[in-house]
């Protein structure tokens, strides 16, 4: 299994707090089956600049300590995006990494209790400049409970989804389980990831998580989300990407018509 989502950098964000527990993650993760993780500490685009060179520095000490102790476990460079509307822009400039650095995957989160504007417009954009945006999360951003259908329109307009492991055992209560569970069931889902945080409560637990999805999805598919797509994204290979329907009241104009046009009075 490989693991596309976790904060396991150390003294970096609000991921592990040392070395120590840094590697301490990376031995729960080897245990369990993982044999890659991509580092995704959190980025926020106001963050000085310097906190990238103390990213790539962390990392680099990390794969070294890995080696040396011999944890079998291969830690990749990454970051989560915060949501901005000038995200390609950021990315251009290589003011943090895409998964890898291979300048196609980028993993992304929004706020988790309001949904801001110009979302669509920016998955657009990532995808007219060749990015592949990975959606962080979806069933845990509060604004969209009501109507969860609404996170398929991250899928329209070229986004791919990641749903939590943590989320589908019910560690962010029943709510996010129940549409964590229905984006599986339906296989809208790209990847399942630990977003571990700590060797604590939101450790790497995407084993724990595999093992209850076969009550839900068949073993095939289980493979494709925990193993087979996050190896394309190492292999720097394009996933297919999902096509969902308009719904029936965005039937005056599809979304991607509307966004083309708005796009074009912005310039
Ligand atoms: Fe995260």
Same mark, same amino acid.
Request: net charge positive.
């Given at each position: 299994m490989i693991d596309i989502h976790n904060h396991v950098i150390y003294e970096f964000d609000d991921g592990a707090k040392s070395?120590?527990?840094?590697?301490?993650?990376?031995?729960?993760?080897?245990?369990?089956?993982?044999?890659d993780v991509f580092a995704t500490s959190h980025f926020n685009e106001v963050l000085n600049p310097k906190m990238e060179e103390d990213y790539f520095r962390k990392l680099k000490v990390l794969q070294?300590?890995?080696?040396?102790?011999?944890?079998?476990?291969?830690?990749?460079?990454g970051s989560e995006i915060f949501f901005h509307h000038y995200m390609e822009q950021t990315i251009k400039k290589r003011r943090t990494s895409t998964l890898g650095d291979q300048g196609l995957y980028v993993l992304m989160e929004f706020p988790l209790y309001l949904m801001p504007s110009g979302v669509e417009e920016t998955l657009f954009k990532l995808n007219m400049e060749g990015y592949i945006p990975i959606v962080a999360h979806p069933e845990r951003y509060s604004a969209l409970?009501?109507?969860?259908?609404?996170?398929?329109?991250?899928?329209?307009? %070229?986004? +791919? /989804? *990641?749903?939590?492991?943590?989320? $589908?055992?019910?560690?962010?209560?029943?709510?996010?389980?129940k549409i964590a569970i229905w984006l599986v069931e339906n296989q809208y889902v790209h990847f399942?990831?630990?977003?571990?945080?700590?060797?604590?409560?939101?450790?790497?637990?995407?084993?724990?998580?595999?093992?209850?999805l076969e009550e839900h999805?068949?073993?095939?598919?289980?493979?494709?989300?925990?193993t087979h797509n996050p190896q394309?994204?190492?292999?720097?290979?394009?996933?297919?990407?999902?096509?969902?329907?308009?719904?029936?009241?965005?039937?005056? %104009?599809? +979304? /991607? *018509?509307?966004?083309?046009?708005? $796009?074009?009075?912005?310039?």
């Open positions: 070395l120590e527990e840094s590697l301490d993650m990376l031995k729960m993760a080897a245990d369990q089956g993982i044999s070294e300590e890995t080696g040396q102790r011999n944890i079998p476990v291969r830690v990749h460079s409970h009501e109507k969860p259908e609404k996170i398929l329109n991250f899928i329209r307009f %070229g986004g +791919l /989804l *990641q749903v939590n492991a943590g989320s $589908l055992l019910g560690d962010f209560g029943r709510t996010v389980k399942v990831a630990s977003d571990a945080h700590s060797k604590g409560g939101r450790c790497f637990k995407l084993a724990k998580a595999a093992a209850m999805c068949d073993k095939s598919y289980i493979e494709t989300i925990v394309k994204i190492i292999d720097n290979e394009k996933l297919e990407k999902l096509t969902i329907p308009e719904h029936q009241e965005q039937s005056s %104009g599809s +979304l /991607l *018509q509307r966004v083309k046009q708005r $796009l074009r009075l912005a310039r």
